[in-house]
């Protein structure tokens, strides 16, 4: 599921602008995982959300592709 | 290189379900052809026009050199970035930023350019790792003022140059068009993420600061990053350099698409500074290993192979100096990337995990002078962005990619500083903003058409297999040309989009496909193996025929050409 879940959004944007796949939207003033199949997991939303409010999740929405199994 | 966390290598039959599930992409459930249900009124867009002396495309490291040098050497200067400042494409990971200072370093400014052309094997330009050891030391001195070297996350420092200049700064905009007229740049153009909105920009030098990119691929920070700025610059007649060369980053075999699992250390450490400690390395050694045996890659850089491994002959050349150099480990506090970060086994990690990237600074606008300018008037690149072969076609100087970022872009920021100072006003009729709008927006406009991400993991499961261009041999990437001139000529032009984060993936689809075509004529072309470039069917270094770049440029019918460029010269 990638980005698994925002808990205790405070409305800031920071994961938004920080996201450089474009997942994540605001709503109505709160932030929501919109395309989470363009999910890199790589954690920035995490890290940059001042209240901690992003849960990751290590498996991909989509079919993987890897050069080696 | 550096190499992520190991885990338990995956079983053989779990390799053979992988490989399966590449041959089976029809079975994959995501909509190709459909019906575009169209989520907004495409009619309503609008468009707002901007104007400025320099404008810098993109937010990452070259860019921020490029935007400070470029305003305070006078120019009106303004940014735009399809992500955020400091928070997109591969500045977030990078934290070792090379250092020559002259106080503590052993060697001369020639030594160190000496063995890394020695380690590059030629493929390095001179003038430009000269460069880089000649200016790095201010770059971070810089950098230092600005508190990069205090925090994990960029984007605060960053900003703070960029607001105490008042520069303006248009971010979530993706750039999709350069536009040139009689071999001249004259803006670009784009549309917003967050608004209905097309966007253009008039300017009479553009400093492309957009990266590298790749395929989109799993395990590596790169899903923003789709070669946009060459691609653009490649359709308005630029020339393009370095395209066969592999990055070889890896990941882990367990959740291979989880980026952060394998690399979490970088995007979380304290930025450091580190002198010379010239290698050659990075993964393609132990791709050609793991072709031989049949089996997922195991171990990496810094890691003993095991004795099974140490069995298999032949493989990439390394030269005899820089055998058995083995990237250094972290420290537990900062570190160059160029060993294992802290507490990360190097055991069980799996080749891959940057397909479609070549080594960073080897591949994108051909330079034409010292000063970063490519062949169309007033456009300059900086970064992964330019070819310039600052390191070669393989990786020598550790934390050498960062900080040539920062290097080049103030070098292109003043370079295009003075060009802008005595260029006029450039003049974009009406008709053609109109028919460049229709352009970008075409994907909305379609009635039915291929999705974009169908589009793209199609081309993933053609280029991203091991046996196309990490062990190279003519009759695979011939198979897989024929593939992606498929995908060119029929895909692409029926790419449809529902809202704007569609038409931002069906144009970066777009841009991969025509990267995936230059990726694989180049290796097509390059007929021995050298650096990062393996093939089993020209396994030697070929120092009679090949001591050159390769050039590709679009032709007058508008088909690819490809060219060589001798080494340790600049094109006239």
Request: hydrophobic share 40%; proline share 6%; aromatic share 8%.
């Given at each position: 599921?990638?980005?698994?879940?925002i808990?205790?959004c405070?409305g800031c944007?920071?994961?938004?602008k920080?996201?450089?796949?474009?997942v994540i939207?605001?709503?109505?003033?709160?932030?929501?995982?919109?395309y989470?199949?363009?999910?890199?997991?790589?954690?920035?939303?995490r890290m940059?959300?001042?209240?901690?409010?992003?849960?990751?999740?290590p498996?991909?929405?989509i079919?993987?592709?890897?050069?080696?199994? | 290189m550096t190499t992520?966390?190991?885990?338990?290598?995956?079983?053989r039959r779990?390799?053979?379900?992988?490989s399966g599930?590449?041959?089976?992409?029809?079975?994959?459930?995501m909509q190709?052809?459909?019906r575009?249900?169209v989520e907004i009124d495409?009619?309503?867009?609008?468009?707002?026009?901007h104007?400025?002396d320099v404008l810098?495309?993109g937010?990452?490291?070259?860019?921020?050199?490029?935007?400070?040098k470029a305003?305070?050497?006078?120019?009106?200067?303004?940014?735009?970035s399809?992500?955020?400042?400091?928070a997109?494409?591969?500045?977030p990971?990078?934290k070792?930023?090379?250092?020559f200072d002259?106080?503590?370093?052993?060697?001369?400014i020639?030594?160190?350019?000496d063995?890394v052309?020695?380690?590059?094997?030629?493929?390095?330009?001179?003038?430009?790792?000269?460069?880089?050891?000649?200016?790095?030391?201010?770059?971070?001195a810089e950098?230092r003022e600005?508190?990069?070297?205090?925090?994990?996350?960029a984007?605060?420092?960053?900003?703070?140059?960029?607001?105490e200049?008042?520069i303006?700064?248009?971010?979530?905009v993706?750039v999709t068009h350069?536009?040139a007229?009689?071999?001249?740049?004259?803006g670009v153009?784009g549309f917003?993420l967050d608004?209905?909105?097309?966007?253009?920009?008039?300017a009479?030098s553009?400093?492309?600061c957009?990266?590298a990119?790749?395929?989109?691929?799993n395990?590596?920070?790169l899903g923003d990053?789709t070669?946009?700025?060459?691609?653009?610059?490649?359709?308005?007649?630029?020339?393009v350099?370095?395209?066969?060369?592999?990055?070889?980053?890896?990941?882990?075999?367990?959740?291979p698409a989880?980026?952060?699992?394998?690399w979490?250390d970088?995007?979380e450490r304290?930025?450091s500074?580190n002198?010379?400690d010239?290698?050659?390395?990075?993964?393609v050694?132990l791709?050609?290993r793991?072709?031989h045996?049949g089996?997922?890659?195991?171990?990496?850089?810094?890691?003993a192979?095991?004795?099974?491994?140490?069995?298999?002959?032949?493989?990439?050349?390394?030269p005899e100096?820089?055998?058995?150099?083995?990237?250094?480990t972290?420290?537990g506090e900062?570190?160059?990337?160029?060993?294992?970060?802290?507490?990360f086994a190097?055991?069980?990690?799996?080749?891959?995990a940057s397909?479609?990237m070549?080594i960073h600074?080897?591949?994108g606008?051909?330079?034409f002078d010292d000063?970063?300018?490519s062949?169309?008037?007033?456009?300059?690149?900086?970064?992964?962005?330019l070819g310039s072969?600052?390191?070669g076609?393989?990786?020598?100087?550790?934390?050498?990619?960062?900080?040539?970022?920062a290097?080049?872009?103030?070098i292109?920021g003043?370079?295009?500083?003075?060009?802008?100072?005595q260029a006029d006003t450039p003049v974009?009729?009406?008709?053609?903003?109109?028919?460049i709008v229709?352009?970008i927006?075409?994907p909305l406009?379609?009635?039915?058409?291929?999705?974009?991400a169908?589009?793209?993991?199609?081309?993933?499961?053609i280029?991203?297999?091991?046996f196309v261009?990490?062990i190279?041999?003519?009759?695979?990437?011939n198979?897989?040309l024929a593939y992606?001139?498929?995908?060119?000529?029929?895909h692409a032009p029926?790419?449809?989009?529902a809202?704007?984060?569609?038409?931002?993936?069906?144009?970066?689809t777009?841009?991969?496909?025509?990267s995936?075509?230059?990726?694989?004529?180049?290796?097509?072309?390059?007929?021995?193996?050298?650096?990062?470039?393996?093939r089993?069917?020209?396994p030697?270094?070929?120092?009679v025929n090949?001591?050159?770049w390769?050039?590709l440029?679009q032709?007058?019918d508008?088909s690819?050409?490809?060219?060589k460029?001798?080494f340790e010269?600049?094109?006239t």
């Open positions: 599921m990638t980005i698994k879940s808990n205790g405070i944007g920071e994961c938004v920080s996201c450089p796949c474009d939207r605001m709503e109505d003033g709160k932030a929501v995982i919109t989470a199949a363009d999910c890199q997991i790589c954690h920035l939303c940059y959300s001042p209240v901690d409010a992003i849960e990751m999740s498996e991909k929405s079919p993987v592709i890897v050069p080696w199994g | 992520p966390v190991g885990t338990a290598a995956p079983s779990a390799f053979l379900a992988l599930a590449t041959a089976g992409l029809a079975t994959l459930g190709a052809w459909a575009n249900t495409v009619d309503a867009i609008t468009n707002t026009d104007a400025t810098v495309v937010g990452g490291m070259a860019g921020l050199f490029a935007a400070v305003h305070d050497a006078g120019a009106a200067t303004m940014i735009v399809k992500g955020r400042l400091g997109s494409g591969l500045t990971f990078g070792g930023f090379f250092v002259p106080a503590t370093e052993t060697g001369t020639d030594d160190f350019v063995t052309s020695r380690s590059a094997l030629g493929t390095n330009n001179p003038v430009y790792t000269r460069q880089l050891a000649e200016h790095s030391l201010d770059r971070a950098l600005w508190g990069f070297f205090d925090q994990t996350l984007n605060r420092p960053f900003m703070q140059p960029i607001e200049r008042d303006p700064l248009l971010e979530r993706v350069l536009i007229e009689g071999g001249r740049i004259f153009a917003r608004a209905e909105e097309t966007v253009t920009i008039r009479k553009v400093i492309l957009t990266g990119g790749g395929f989109k691929p395990g590596f920070p990053l070669h946009d700025g060459t691609v653009m610059a490649y359709r308005i007649g630029a020339k350099t370095g395209k066969e060369w592999n990055d070889g980053h890896m990941t882990r075999a367990n959740h989880a980026t952060f699992d394998g979490g970088m995007f304290v930025p500074t002198g010379v010239v290698h050659h390395d990075l993964g050694d791709n050609y793991a072709y045996l089996n997922p890659v195991a171990g990496g850089p810094g890691s192979p095991d004795a099974e491994m140490a069995e298999v002959k032949g493989g990439p050349y390394v100096e820089f055998q058995g150099r083995v990237p250094p972290g420290d900062g570190g160059a990337p160029g060993g294992p970060p802290p507490g190097p055991s069980a990690n799996v080749g891959g397909a479609g070549a600074k080897s591949e606008l051909v330079p000063r970063c300018a062949n169309i008037v007033g456009l300059y690149a900086a970064g992964d962005a072969h600052m390191s076609g393989i990786y020598t100087q550790i934390g050498s990619s960062l900080a040539g970022s290097v080049q872009g103030a292109a003043e370079a295009a500083a003075e060009y802008a100072a974009i009729p009406d008709a053609r903003i109109s028919e229709e352009e927006l075409a406009r379609r009635e039915a058409g291929y999705g974009p169908w589009v793209t993991q199609t081309l993933q499961g280029m991203i297999p091991n261009l990490y190279k041999k003519a009759s695979m990437m198979a897989a992606i001139e498929e995908l060119r000529d029929h029926m790419l449809r989009a809202n704007m984060h569609e038409l931002r993936l069906a144009h970066e777009r841009n991969m496909i025509l995936a075509e230059m990726k694989l004529r180049a290796s097509l072309m390059r007929t021995e193996s050298r650096c990062s470039h393996y089993l069917d020209y030697e270094v070929d120092d090949w001591r050159a390769i050039n440029f032709g007058e508008g690819m050409q490809l060219e460029q001798p010269a600049l094109p």
